[in-house]
Nanobody, 125 residues
Framework: QVQLVESGGGLVQAGDSLRLSCEASGRTFSSWAMGWSRQAPGKERDIVAAITGNGRDTYYGNSVKGRFTISRDNAKNILYLQMNSLKPEDTAVYYC??????????????????WGQGTQVTVSS
């Protein structure tokens, strides 16, 4: 059984930075691509970033490209999302999950499961 615990969210102002963390257990962490998704009230959950098991290949959604950086520490079983130049439209609950497709950093939300409880990010203007 996969367990995921996201942390690092908070209330910040536009232009600020945050780093989210996702601690994973219950699966060989380095064997699987991992993704970060977000869901704002009234909107669908979308993948914003994903990374292969070895960290060499990544995917970023257009809305976060150049501002967010996904990374992982396989020795500690932790996934990160560094978020810079935050905008009010980044306000959402952020979730992490392993890919169901093995080591492919899919942009498709349906390729992920075992979502954690999420961490709230609120960006004020």
């Amino acid at each position: 059984q996969v367990q995921l615990v996201e942390s690092g969210g908070g209330l910040v102002q536009a232009g600020d930075s945050l780093r989210l963390s996702c601690e994973a257990s219950g699966r060989t962490f380095s064997s699987w691509a991992m993704g970060w998704s977000r869901q704002a009230p009234g909107k669908e959950r979308d993948i914003v970033a994903a990374i292969t098991g070895n960290g060499r290949d990544t995917y970023y959604g257009n809305s976060v490209k150049g501002r967010f950086t996904i990374s992982r520490d396989n020795a500690k079983n932790i996934l990160y999302l560094q978020m810079n130049s935050l905008k009010p439209e980044d306000t959402a609950v952020y979730y992490c999950a392993p890919s169901k497709s093995g080591d492919y950093p899919s942009a498709n939300i349906y390729d992920y499961d075992y979502w954690g409880q999420g961490t709230q990010v609120t960006v004020s203007s």
